[in-house]
């Protein structure tokens, strides 16, 4: 009766209960083999554990083989550890690290494991380990990896989430009278040729401009005969005074420069406005000086300090200088049509037709687009303008076919067919050439079977003949090794994959490329576990008030992976920048995995812990 009672308390035990008994065996002979294959294991090898809104824990890997190399015993077996964000209270200790240090969920051994495992779209696997616990139901939660051999726990590992890019390619344009880019906000999409940056600088507690800061970029407008199709403004002040202020002063300021600015054309100029304090330059320029004492300081102490009029005072000719705008306008030429009726534009197209004056007829198509993209006239507009069908009108029906797609950017191939018909008009046409080769990229990214690899790549070499642009080549070269890379990686072949990121390493510094450009090359490396090369990629830039804010918190969002270097002075002036530019956007990274955040089991890092608890909590 009683050896009966006791295997009825045995099973009647809470799973959680009995999964929590494991030892730690990391470190010992009973893991060494376990760990060295982890350590050997291939930086392409995923894992993780997602945890899925109705409640189900799920384990993926993109690769079936190492889950077989490390799950070999009858034994062998794996949980996942629930950690609750609620275990991170600023108003206690930072909890203590342990194994576990949530719950475990009940192990699954081999044969469970294989009987659970289902294939995924794209290669991966998945392995349902459990559903979230009632009790737990309500919490925001984050689940660790516990690979159980030998009876004992030998590897336990937690997730960082990143932003990778595995498809976002280096912008290349397409070529209608001019190159054409697409500049991407909030509320659409605008288009531009040329992008100009120019920085004003105010004097204290004024909101006015010196005009004479703003006359080279009023002579840039006014020569050039251009139009302002998108302007933003970072407006900083500096960083003594109430910070509610501060934004104030400095909101002042930038509407004052769009006033300015507006009066050079009829319609109204989009952009964004954006205050902060410039905290960036202050740290900057106070080092190796007689106030580089203040850089330790949290920013509520250094604003206490700066109170004292006679440091203030001394510290002046620095603070000076770092009371500006950065303003950044994004331009196409003006094509003086802007006050015409949209009724009088087809009889303009039409009599420039007749005269044969292409470029008046080139400014009326770019007119009714500009139009049509702003809602201003009927997207089948550009339509109603009749081409002959000519070798003499085939850049017209070039900017046609390629205003088209502009603003309905769809379905790649009947574009391409159809700028493949007007080749026939003049084979030597190297705009249409490369428009071709862009907008096969999207084609073959999708459906790498659709075009051979090799032949497209000697098209695009082939442009360099026509005589387009080295850099615009050259960008595309590292658009092809971008798609490339993708393909060998899905056919394991991580040498030929390796290769292509070698080939953009040593060649994008060549293009000069802007932020967003950047950001791009980053995410795709991180994608392929080049964290380090992510870094050095971006790591001159984010120094830069001026810096792009989604560039700024991607490399913060890289160093999390390593998160004991925020006690790195320079890294901790990037971080106090991003906080002023968007402290909510910071204090995010400290959600779950699973809602939107990097890990708040970063909080485990004495220096997070502190930066969150001052800012976040």
Same mark, same amino acid.
């Given at each position: &009766?009683?050896?009966?009672?006791?295997?009825?308390?045995?099973?009647?035990?809470?799973?959680?209960?009995?999964?929590?008994?494991?030892?730690?065996?990391?470190?010992?002979?009973?893991?060494?083999?376990?760990?060295?294959?982890?350590?050997?294991?291939?930086?392409?090898?995923?894992?993780?554990? *997602?945890?899925?809104?109705?409640?189900?824990?799920?384990?993926?890997?993109?690769?079936?083989?190492?889950?077989?190399?490390?799950?070999?015993?009858?034994?062998?077996? &794996?949980?996942?550890?629930?950690?609750?964000?609620?275990?991170?209270?600023?108003?206690?200790?930072?909890?203590?690290?342990?194994?576990?240090?949530?719950?475990?969920?009940?192990?699954?051994?081999?044969?469970?494991?294989?009987?659970?495992?289902? $294939?995924?779209?794209?290669?991966?696997?998945?392995? @349902?380990?459990?559903?979230?616990?009632?009790?737990?139901?309500?919490?925001?939660?984050?689940?660790?990896?516990?690979?159980?051999?030998?009876?004992?726990?030998?590897?336990?590992?937690?997730?960082?989430?990143?932003?990778?890019?595995?498809?976002?390619?280096?912008?290349?344009?397409?070529?209608?009278?001019?190159? &054409?880019?697409?500049?991407?906000?909030?509320?659409?999409?605008?288009?531009?040729?040329?992008?100009?940056?120019?920085?004003?600088?105010?004097?204290?507690?004024?909101?006015?401009?010196?005009?004479?800061?703003?006359?080279?970029?009023?002579?840039?407008?006014?020569?050039?005969?251009? =139009?302002?199709?998108?302007?933003?403004? *970072?407006?900083?002040?500096?960083?003594?005074?109430?910070?509610?202020?501060?934004?104030?002063?400095?909101?002042?300021?930038?509407?004052?420069?769009?006033?300015?600015?507006? $009066?050079?054309?009829?319609?109204?100029?989009?952009?964004?406005?954006?205050?902060?304090?410039?905290?960036?330059? #202050?740290?900057?320029?106070?080092?190796?000086?007689?106030?580089?004492?203040?850089?330790?300081?949290?920013?509520?102490?250094?604003?206490?300090?700066?109170?004292?009029?006679?440091? %203030?005072?001394?510290?002046?000719?620095?603070?000076? !200088?770092? *009371?500006?705008?950065?303003?950044?306008?994004?331009?196409?030429?003006?094509?003086?049509?802007?006050?015409?009726?949209?009724?009088?534009?087809?009889?303009? #197209?039409?009599?420039?037709? !007749?005269?044969?004056?292409?470029?008046?007829?080139?400014?009326?198509?770019?007119?009714?687009?500009?139009?049509?993209?702003?809602?201003?006239?009927?997207?089948?507009?550009?339509?109603?303008? @009749?081409?002959?069908?000519?070798?003499?009108?085939?850049?017209?029906?070039?900017?046609? !076919?390629?205003?088209?797609? %502009?603003?309905?950017?769809?379905?790649?191939?009947?574009?391409?067919?159809?700028?493949?018909?007007?080749?026939?008009?003049?084979?030597?046409?190297?705009?249409?050439? /490369?428009?071709?080769?862009?907008?096969?990229?999207?084609?073959?990214?999708?459906?790498?079977?659709?075009?051979?690899?090799?032949?497209?790549? $000697?098209?695009?070499?082939?442009?360099?003949?026509?005589?387009?642009?080295?850099?615009?080549?050259?960008?595309?070269?590292?658009?092809? =090794?971008?798609?490339?890379?993708?393909?060998? /990686?899905?056919?394991?072949?991580?040498?030929?994959?390796?290769?292509?990121?070698?080939?953009?390493?040593?060649?994008? @510094?060549?293009?000069?490329?802007?932020?967003?450009?950047?950001?791009?090359?980053?995410?795709?490396?991180?994608?392929?576990?080049? *964290?380090?090369?992510?870094?050095?990629?971006?790591?001159?830039?984010?120094?830069?008030?001026?810096?792009?804010?989604?560039?700024?918190?991607?490399?913060?969002?890289? =160093?999390?992976?390593?998160?004991?270097? #925020?006690?790195?002075?320079?890294?901790?002036?990037?971080?106090?920048?991003?906080?002023?530019?968007?402290?909510?956007?910071?204090?995010?990274?400290?959600?779950?995995?699973?809602?939107?955040?990097?890990? #708040? $089991?970063?909080?485990?890092? @004495?220096?997070?812990?502190?930066?969150?608890?001052? /800012?976040?909590?």
């Amino acid at each position: &009766m009683n050896r009966l009672l006791y295997l009825f308390l045995i099973l009647t035990l809470p799973a959680l209960t009995l999964a929590q008994s494991f030892k730690d065996g990391r470190n010992t002979p009973a893991c060494a083999a376990c760990e060295q294959l982890f350590k050997s294991k291939p930086k392409e090898v995923q894992f993780g554990i *997602r945890l899925s809104p109705d409640g189900t824990i799920v384990f993926l890997t993109n690769n079936i083989d190492w889950f077989n190399k490390i799950f070999t015993a009858p034994g062998d077996a &794996m949980t996942a550890d629930l950690v609750r964000k609620s275990q991170y209270n600023c108003d206690k200790p930072r909890p203590a690290r342990t194994t576990p240090k949530g719950e475990f969920l009940t192990p699954l051994y081999l044969s469970q494991l294989k009987n659970k495992m289902k $294939q995924m779209p794209g290669g991966q696997i998945a392995i @349902e380990l459990g559903k979230v616990p009632a009790h737990l139901q309500k919490e925001e939660l984050e689940g660790n990896l516990v690979v159980i051999k030998n009876g004992v726990i030998c590897h336990y590992m937690n997730f960082v989430n990143i932003e990778r890019s595995l498809w976002e390619l280096l912008p290349m344009g397409l070529f209608a009278d001019t190159l &054409m880019n697409r500049q991407a906000t909030d509320k659409k999409a605008s288009f531009y040729s040329r992008k100009l940056q120019f920085t004003i600088p105010f004097p204290k507690n004024k909101s006015v401009y010196n005009a004479a800061d703003l006359k080279p970029l009023y002579d840039s407008l006014q020569l050039a005969g251009n =139009h302002i199709t998108q302007m933003d403004i *970072r407006a900083y002040s500096s960083v003594e005074g109430s910070t509610e202020l501060n934004y104030q002063l400095q909101e002042q300021r930038a509407a004052s420069i769009v006033k300015a600015l507006q $009066q050079y054309q009829v319609s109204q100029i989009p952009g964004t406005i954006n205050a902060a304090e410039n905290w960036v330059e #202050f740290f900057r320029d106070i080092k190796g000086t007689a106030f580089e004492n203040l850089t330790p300081l949290s920013q509520p102490e250094i604003k206490k300090r700066l109170l004292d009029k006679g440091l %203030q005072a001394q510290l002046e000719p620095i603070l000076k !200088e770092h *009371r500006k705008a950065v303003i950044t306008i994004y331009i196409n030429k003006n094509n003086d049509l802007e006050s015409t009726v949209n009724e009088a534009l087809l009889t303009k #197209f039409k009599k420039a037709i !007749e005269e044969k004056d292409l470029k008046a007829a080139s400014a009326v198509q770019r007119e009714v687009f500009d139009r049509i993209a702003d809602n201003r006239l009927p997207g089948n507009y550009l339509d109603k303008l @009749e081409i002959p069908k000519t070798k003499d009108h085939l850049f017209l029906l070039n900017n046609q !076919e390629t205003y088209r797609y %502009q603003l309905n950017p769809s379905k790649e191939e009947d574009i391409i067919e159809r700028l493949e018909a007007l080749l026939k008009l003049d084979p030597t046409d190297k705009k249409i050439h /490369y428009n071709i080769c862009s907008l096969t990229f999207n084609v073959w990214k999708n459906d790498s079977g659709y075009i051979a690899s090799a032949d497209f790549l $000697q098209e695009i070499n082939e442009l360099a003949k026509l005589k387009i642009p080295s850099s615009l080549v050259q960008r595309m070269l590292i658009n092809y =090794h971008i798609v490339y890379s993708e393909q060998t /990686y899905r056919r394991f072949n991580y040498a030929a994959k390796d290769e292509s990121i070698g080939y953009i390493l040593d060649n994008y @510094e060549d293009l000069q490329l802007r932020d967003e450009e950047t950001l791009t090359l980053a995410k795709y490396l991180a994608y392929y576990s080049r *964290r380090n090369d992510a870094i050095d990629l971006l790591q001159d830039r984010v120094r830069n008030i001026d810096v792009n804010e989604d560039m700024l918190f991607y490399y913060i969002n890289l =160093h999390l992976f390593t998160p004991e270097i #925020f006690k790195v002075p320079e890294l901790r002036t990037v971080v106090l920048n991003a906080i002023t530019i968007n402290q909510q956007r910071f204090c995010k990274f400290f959600n779950s995995t699973g809602n939107g955040g990097a890990s #708040f $089991q970063l909080l485990d890092a @004495e220096a997070l812990w502190g930066l969150y608890c001052e /800012y976040c909590k």
